[in-house]
């Protein structure tokens, strides 16, 4: 298990990242200003098509924040995401912007697939 946490100052908000690696998956947390927990979604592959299904744990119920981000991470990642965010509805942009801040942090530590045409990097485990 591989812990990491970092912080970052986007568009005149606070966003703080935890990413915890399991041997299949991976647990993000983003918090918005606070360290409130926010929804929890969960996200796999299913079979057949290797489609993606995503389910709202905890809260979510009207509000999707969080779900979209959650089944990008499973197509960008190949694994199982647990993810917890409290990033505001109305913010499509903040979204956006913690997403790409997240999968650029994911790319880094090798979480990440490689896109066709990349060089084969192996996996961190």
């Known amino acids: 298990m591989q812990v990491t946490c970092f912080t970052e100052d986007l568009h005149d908000a606070i966003l703080h990242f935890q990413i915890i690696r399991f041997s299949k998956q991976i647990y993000a947390w983003v918090g918005c200003n606070t360290a409130k927990f926010g929804n929890l979604y969960a996200a796999a592959t299913t079979r057949p098509g290797n489609g993606v299904s995503v389910t709202s744990v905890l809260g979510g119920a009207s509000d999707n924040t969080g779900s979209g981000m959650a089944r990008r991470l499973v197509l960008k990642t190949g694994l199982n995401i647990v ?12 979204e956006a912007a913690a997403e790409r801040k997240l999968v650029e942090k994911l790319r880094g530590l090798g979480y990440v697939r490689p896109k066709a045409g990349e060089a084969n990097t192996p996996t961190a485990q």
């Open 83 to 94: 993810l917890a965010c409290n990033i505001p509805k109305d913010s499509p942009m903040l």
